[in-house]
C-alpha cells in the first residue's frame, strides 16, 4: 500500500491550496482516511477525516475553510484549503486504515496502519 501527497507549497495569509493523496495497493471497501499535520515543536493532530460512505468530520480549527472529499475511480483523498493562515503551516500527511482495524470510529481514530510522506504546507 502506497499513499502519495502532493499539492503543498508556499502561499500567502488568505490564499488557497488543494492536497491530494493518491493511494495505490489498497482494496479495504471499508475504511477511513484522514489528513494529519505537524508544525515543528508541535504534536500531530487530525485536521479532517472521511469514511468510504463520505461521511466527513473537521478539527475545531479548520471547519468551514477547509473541506475534506475522495473521488474512488481516481482512488484519491483531497483537502481543499481556503482562509488559509500562518498557524496552518506545517507538514500535511494523509492516512488510511480499513474501518474493522480498530474499535475506535473515523470520527475518533488517531491510529493509522498507512502513511504517505507529507507535504508541506507554508503560510506567510
Known amino acids: 500500500v502506497q499513499l502519495v501527497e502532493s499539492g503543498g507549497g508556499s502561499v500567502q495569509t488568505g490564499g488557497s491550496l488543494r492536497l491530494s493523496c493518491a493511494v495505490s495497493?489498497?482494496?479495504?471497501?471499508?475504511?477511513?482516511m484522514s489528513w494529519f499535520r505537524q508544525a515543528p515543536g508541535n504534536e500531530r493532530e487530525v485536521v479532517a477525516s472521511?469514511?468510504?460512505?463520505?461521511?466527513?468530520w473537521y478539527a475545531d480549527s479548520v471547519k468551514g475553510r477547509f473541506t475534506v472529499s475522495q473521488d474512488h475511480h481516481q482512488n484519491t483523498m483531497y483537502l481543499q484549503m481556503s482562509g488559509l493562515k500562518p498557524d496552518d503551516t506545517a507538514m500535511y500527511y494523509c492516512a488510511a486504515d480499513p474501518i474493522s482495524a480498530r474499535s475506535s470510529s473515523c470520527a475518533t481514530r488517531r491510529e493509522y496502519t498507512y502513511w504517505g510522506q507529507g507535504t508541506q504546507v507554508t503560510v506567510s
Open positions: 472521511i469514511d468510504s460512505d463520505g461521511s466527513a
Open positions: 495497493g489498497y482494496t479495504a471497501i471499508s475504511y477511513c
